[in-house]
């Protein structure tokens, strides 16, 4: 994958075309604007056995996690392998847009209805469960903007296993359980035995999620969130690396 600076107008360009062709993709639309409102409604009756208030936060956080989870990750796992199939990846890397503008194009539609998504959810989501606002916004907005590119790499990495967009609901399968279980989005990280929560704390998404708290509710120690930062950091290494070996261009045989 060439290691070229992004270029604004082909990155724009790109982003335009993805974005007609999410906008004529109906299925995949639904996703990206409702399935995210629905699951945290859902969300919300799973945990009414708690106080209000952690209940209105856990929705919130959790919700926040859905969003990048099916709006980036899903979304993008279908529009890459589409766009292989189609050998629409194949002709654009004969022009003059290099790897990375065609994968940044490609995702930058998800990640900005993702973004905007999570911005209505902070403000109308705390209104609606009278929650308060975010504790330390600026972290909650990183933690955000890192989540973005992690899973946009996820779900290059996922449509190397993903032989047509049909698969697609079973190659992202496993990434969706562990996340929700093991980074939590459904249940809380202390709630788990020692062992687990250890484990489960080096999850792809569990760096992301525990800054995502830490921003909301606030009060964290610097230790723990340097922790999550460089949990975050070395999957998103990780994830660049592997794209870089193994995304396939071109169709599957």
């Known amino acids: 994958m060439s290691a070229l600076p992004l270029n604004p107008g082909r990155l724009a360009a790109l982003g335009r075309c993805e974005l007609t062709l999410l906008v004529r993709n109906r299925a995949a639309l639904s996703v990206a604007l409702a399935m995210p409102a629905l699951t945290v409604f859902v969300l919300r009756s799973t945990l009414s056995g708690d106080t209000a208030g952690a209940v209105a936060e856990a929705t919130l956080t959790g919700g926040i ?35 990375l503008e065609i994968l940044a194009g490609t995702a930058l539609p998800a990640a900005v209805i993702a973004l905007g998504q999570i911005a209505l959810l902070a403000v109308a989501g705390a209104a609606a469960l009278d929650a308060p606002m975010p504790a ?6 990183a933690a955000v903007l890192a989540a973005v590119p992690l899973l946009a790499g996820m779900a290059a990495l996922t449509s190397v296993f993903t032989r047509n967009v049909e698969s697609g609901g079973l190659t992202t399968l496993p ?10 989005l459904f249940v809380p990280p202390d709630r788990l035995p020692g062992v687990a929560a250890s484990v489960c704390e080096l999850l792809p998404l569990s760096g992301v999620m525990a800054l995502v708290r830490a921003g909301w509710s606030g009060g964290a120690e610097a230790y723990d969130l340097l922790g999550a930062a460089l949990t975050t950091l070395a999957w998103v290494m990780i994830t660049v690396f592997a794209v870089q070996k193994w995304f396939r261009w071109e169709p599957r045989r």
């Open 65 to 99: 996690g859905m969003v990048l989870l099916l709006v980036v990750y899903m979304n993008l796992v279908s529009a890459y392998v589409a766009r292989r199939e189609e050998l629409v990846l194949k002709r654009l890397r004969t022009g003059e847009a290099n790897d």
């Open 175 to 184: 990434l969706l359980l562990v996340t929700m279980i093991g980074s939590g």
């Open 136 to 141: 330390e916004p600026v972290l909650l907005v």
